[in-house]
């Protein structure tokens, strides 16, 4: 039995864990964390750490999972440049399974991502578009920034210098490397991707679309049960569903 320790466990994400784990006969959800609890005091009940809760405790988890070797599947988005070097520091000691998105989906839409950016090559104009709902704290989501990683990693650029964030007043003409990446905010939505390769005469383009929490839930514990007792390292989704194996 695999012992998980669920850090933000009375917000969207961890409720919808709570309500998925029962699916998972192999998995325990041992502790439930929240502001305020004592996170320190229940990491010696689990194997693994489950955390969707704030950026801005993530630094905390990390030398509190560090110290008690604990593995850690990091759901949080929204992270300063500073935290996410330590995320990469703390995986060298520690396995950490760090996804900006959880779903099987998304994951795909990831690998299908990078092939068309290949195929299709410089002559595209790429464009990220995503909604979430009234409530998400971060924007752009973590996923559309996965997306835009990955896009200009193919094109071999550096994304801080293409990246362009919403268009407002005389912009100009469209740049040819740039990347846009638009946020769009309202309602209920759990989390729109569309990813647009546009040229002259044609464009592509590729959309998830999730529908329930579900997915991301189920994805987390499935990433909790590959991380249990894996070496250190720092992974993600591509290595837990074996994508990245698949030539991705
Ligand atoms: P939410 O606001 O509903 O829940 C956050 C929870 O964290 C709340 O219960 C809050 O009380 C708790 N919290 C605040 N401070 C805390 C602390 N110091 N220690 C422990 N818990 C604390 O948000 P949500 O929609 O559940 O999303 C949580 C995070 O997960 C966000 O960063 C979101 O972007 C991210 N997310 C990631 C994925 C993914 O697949 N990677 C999917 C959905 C959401």
């Not at 999972?65 to 599947?73: D, F, Q, R, S």
């Not at 268009?167 to 740049?175: D, K």
Request: aromatic residues 4%.
């Amino acid at each position: 039995m695999i012992r998980v320790i669920l850090n933000g466990a009375r917000g969207r994400m961890g409720r919808a864990i709570l309500h998925c784990a029962a699916q998972h006969a192999d998995l325990e959800i041992a502790a439930q964390v929240d502001q305020g609890d004592d996170l320190a005091g229940a990491l010696n009940r689990g194997d693994v750490v489950v955390d969707f809760s704030v950026p801005t405790v993530t630094e905390q988890l990390l030398d509190l999972c560090t110290k008690h070797g604990k593995a850690l599947v990091l759901g949080t988005t929204g992270h300063e440049e500073k935290t996410r070097a330590m995320i990469r520091e703390c995986a060298r000691r520690i396995p950490i399974v760090w996804a900006s998105n959880f779903s099987t989906g998304v994951n795909t839409l990831f690998w299908l991502v990078e092939r068309a950016a290949q195929v299709l090559g410089p002559g595209y104009d790429l464009e990220i578009v995503e909604m979430h709902h009234r409530h998400k704290q971060d924007a752009p989501s973590g996923t559309a920034r996965t997306l835009a990683e990955i896009l200009a990693r193919v094109r071999k650029h550096q994304l801080d210098r293409v990246v362009r964030h919403g268009r407002h007043g005389l912009v100009g003409p469209r740049g040819a490397e740039e990347i846009g990446i638009h946020a769009l905010r309202g309602g209920d939505v759990v989390g729109d991707h569309t990813v647009i390769f546009a040229t002259q005469g044609e464009r592509l383009e590729l959309t998830h679309r999730a529908s329930s929490r579900e997915t991301f839930a189920h994805g987390a514990l499935r990433a909790a049960r590959w991380v249990a007792g894996r070496p250190a390292g720092l992974y993600d989704m591509q290595d837990v569903l074996g994508l990245r194996s698949a030539g991705a």
